[in-house]
């Protein structure tokens, strides 16, 4: 209910309980969901087991949204890029505890000024090429988790509070810049360092870890 708003997007999902579905209808986003009898876009791989095995077709799911009526041209709200950043704190490695069953971890590689995704101990590879999931930038987020819901099998769903602002920490460069983040339901998150000044991220890819207001990472 944020991040969609946040840059102009649609919405594509599956497997919401039902009062979570009635906070999606009721939030005026472009909802394109399984969950709402949108189809087209969807299909099941033979190569992983059910559930887990529902993936869209982007290009068919603009087709389903033209065909509803739903803006396809609206300008997506940018992050804020530079070339460099000022900072001393060599960071070559983050570990972030997600949950208790769910640890990622980010090494840091000079030669491609890119960090590499693991999942626990186990390199995060794309399923198709088996090449790593990599990143130019890690931001950790850290907002307030609030359950709404929860569903017959004891699983949670979060409203995570990406609005206003909280503490942040960008990793770029194999260097670190501690400060906050600040954002509303018409603005993505902006980092700022802790004299309030802009901190732009590298030009590339960018992968969020959005942490409980609780939760310590870990850093060498």
Do not use: C
Not at 158 to 169: F, N, P, S, V, W
Not at 203 to 208: E, I, L, Q, R, V
């Amino acid at each position: 209910l944020w991040i969609v708003p946040q840059y102009n997007a649609l919405f594509f999902y599956s497997g919401a309980t039902r009062p979570i579905n009635s906070k999606v209808n009721s939030a005026g986003i472009a909802n394109l969901s399984e969950d709402a009898g949108v189809s087209a876009p969807y299909f099941r791989s033979a190569r992983r087991s059910s559930p887990h095995n529902l993936y869209l077709r982007p290009a068919a799911g603009r087709r389903e949204a033209k065909r509803r009526g739903y803006p396809l041209n609206g300008k997506p709200k940018t992050l804020r890029f530079g070339r460099s950043i000022e900072s001393s704190d060599v960071v070559r490695e983050i570990t972030v505890p997600l949950s208790d069953v769910q640890t990622s971890k980010w090494v840091y590689k000079g030669s491609t000024k890119r960090y590499s995704r693991f999942n626990g101990s186990t390199p995060h590879r794309d399923a198709v090429t088996g090449a790593p999931v990599t990143a130019r930038n890690v931001v950790v987020l850290w907002a307030t988790y609030r359950p709404v819901s929860r569903d017959k099998f004891g699983s949670t769903t979060y409203d995570i509070t990406l609005g206003g602002e909280g503490r942040a920490t960008l990793f770029r460069d194999g260097r670190k810049i501690d400060g906050t983040w600040e954002a509303d339901r018409g603005q993505p998150p902006t980092i700022r360092a802790e004299d309030r000044r802009i901190v732009r991220l590298a030009p590339g890819n960018t992968w969020f870890e959005v942490v409980h207001t609780n939760v310590n990472i870990r850093m060498k």
